[in-house]
Nanobody, 127 residues
Framework: QVQLAESGGGLVTAGGSLTLFCTASGLDFNLYAMGWIRQARGKKREFVSAISFGGGKTAYSEPVKGRFTISRDNSRSTVYLQMDNLTPEDAAVYYC????????????????????WGQGTQVSVSS
């Protein structure tokens, strides 16, 4: 059974930083592109970032480019999202997702391509 377990969410003041973690089990992590998608209250799900299975390719949405950094440690089956200079507009539930042999740019264009999703972790940003 595939499980994606997110952690690291919380409350931060604007301008602050958070790091999200997602640990995968039940799949061969080395063969999966990983990504982060967020959903703010009352809004549609929005692609945030993705990373290729080897870590050599990444993609970021325009609102987070230059502020967020995605990375992965295949030895720990974990993907990270470092979020800096957070704004209230970044407040959302952040979901981790996995796509077998996925390509970050394709996933950015169509997040519904992800095969597996986590339960999400809440990020709140106070102004």
């Amino acid at each position: 059974q595939v499980q994606l377990a997110e952690s690291g969410g919380g409350l931060v003041t604007a301008g602050g930083s958070l790091t999200l973690f997602c640990t995968a089990s039940g799949l061969d992590f080395n063969l999966y592109a990983m990504g982060w998608i967020r959903q703010a209250r009352g809004k549609k799900r929005e692609f945030v970032s993705a990373i290729s299975f080897g870590g050599g390719k990444t993609a970021y949405s325009e609102p987070v480019k230059g502020r967020f950094t995605i990375s992965r440690d295949n030895s720990r089956s974990t993907v990270y999202l470092q979020m800096d200079n957070l704004t209230p507009e970044d407040a959302a539930v952040y979901y981790c997702a996995a796509k077998h042999w996925g390509a970050p740019l394709a996933l950015m264009a169509n997040p519904s391509l992800f095969d597996y999703w986590g339960q999400g972790t809440q990020v709140s940003v106070s102004s």
